[in-house]
């Protein structure tokens, strides 16, 4: 099973609202990532949690946080977004770190009003 | 300088045609190299990897070049289904994360 999932496939959400992005992968690995797409760009790292600890944090505002309640699941809550912050958000998964292959989960589309 | 930078696209193919992406990378110490696929509105997702003595899997075939610090990928028989955007995407040593290319964009043409 090389599949990593995410909830929800749409979101649409207000200024105000405070919504969770969730993402799953049982292939054993130990790192995982979010990143954030908009259209006609590529990827753009924002986390990086590694053995469950985030590692890296690429100077995301703090209205996006990040949790890892194990090493299956990851959320991003958001709170207080801005419309600016409607993109594609992609969880990804790498056996261990750094150099691996990492395989994405097909997003969640947020819109934010 | 960019860390990594791909061919401007769009590439405009017909069916059957053959055609070669290349991409380069600043840092001298990256260790890993792949080429993902990115179809519209949809997440990226492995091609293959790329390997110092290239690698081939069907129509792609990936090279690395170390010495200039360049990656091709090549398509033969260019199918409609290879229309994508095509991401170079490096790993350097360290504490440092995958670094993506701004993908070069294929389309091909019946």
């Known amino acids: 099973d090389t599949e990593v999932t995410q909830t929800p496939k749409h979101l649409v959400m207000g200024m105000t609202n405070k919504k969770s992005l969730k993402c799953e992968q049982h292939?054993?690995?130990?790192?995982m990532y979010w990143y954030k797409q908009k259209a006609k760009k590529p990827p753009e790292l924002m986390f990086v949690?590694?053995?469950?600890?985030?590692?890296i944090n690429e100077s995301v505002p703090s209205r996006f946080s990040p949790e890892c309640p194990n090493s299956s699941l990851l959320n991003l809550h958001l709170h207080a977004l801005q419309p600016e912050d409607s993109a594609l958000y992609l969880c990804?998964?790498?056996?261990?770190?750094?150099?691996?292959?990492?395989?994405f989960g097909p997003g969640t589309r947020l819109t934010v009003l | 300088r960019k860390e990594v930078e791909q061919d401007p696209g769009p590439f405009n193919v017909p069916e059957g045609a053959t055609v070669a992406f290349n991409c380069t990378y600043s840092?001298?110490?990256?260790?890993?190299f792949f080429w993902y696929r990115q179809d519209c509105r949809k997440e990226p997702k492995l091609l293959m990897s790329?390997?110092?003595s290239g690698n081939e899997d069907g129509r792609f075939t990936a090279q690395l070049n170390r010495a200039s610090q360049y990656i091709s990928l090549l398509i033969r028989d260019s199918k409609l289904s290879d229309s994508a955007t095509y991401l170079c995407?490096?790993?350097?040593?360290?504490?440092?994360?995958?670094?993506f290319g701004k993908g070069t964009r294929l389309s091909v043409i019946a």
């Open positions: 949690y590694s053995y469950e600890k985030l590692s």
């Open positions: 840092n001298s110490a990256s260790q890993s």
């Open positions: 790329v390997y110092s």
């Open positions: 990804a998964s790498s056996p261990g770190f750094h150099t691996d292959t990492q395989y």
């Open positions: 292939m054993g690995h130990r790192a």
């Open positions: 995407v490096v790993s350097a040593s360290g504490n440092t994360p995958l670094v």
